[in-house]
């Protein structure tokens, strides 16, 4: 079977099934973030909070967000496996630490040579 977004061959075991269509991992996973990503109210209310309190960058993140923005900007690309590996993060913490960033605009998904990073956002 193929890739609905880019095309690529996958493996019956390796493809997701993200509303209703067939995907690679690295366009799932892209997928997942770019929900999350633009989700309006999460966006509103973050840039709220920060605006509210006067924050700008890396200020009035918690510790690991700030260890996952300072990972990413030291490297200027990693992957989500490398801060994991880092960080000791699971799956399911690194994808709601990522969208907090995203939403703060300070990380965002790259794609190369058909891989997934994480770069600074500007
Ligand atoms: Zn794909």
Redesign the pocket.
Same mark, same amino acid.
């Given at each position: 079977m193929k %890739?609905? &977004? *880019?095309? &690529?061959e996958?493996q019956e075991g390796d493809s997701y099934t993200h509303f209703g269509e067939t995907? *690679?991992e690295? %366009?799932?996973l892209d997928m997942r973030l770019e929900v999350k990503g633009c989700d309006p109210w999460a966006v509103h209310s973050a840039t709220r909070l920060r605006e509210s309190s006067g924050l700008e960058g890396a200020e009035g993140m918690t510790e690991l967000q700030k260890a996952i923005y300072e990972l990413v900007k030291s490297k200027g690309k990693v992957t989500r496996q490398e801060v994991m590996g880092n960080l000791n993060l699971s799956e399911q913490e690194i994808q709601k630490q990522l969208a907090i960033l995203r939403h703060c605009e300070l990380v965002k998904g790259h794609k190369e040579g058909g891989n997934l990073y994480l770069i600074p956002f500007s």
């Open positions: %890739c609905n &977004r *880019c095309g &690529r996958i995907l *690679c690295d %366009c799932y």
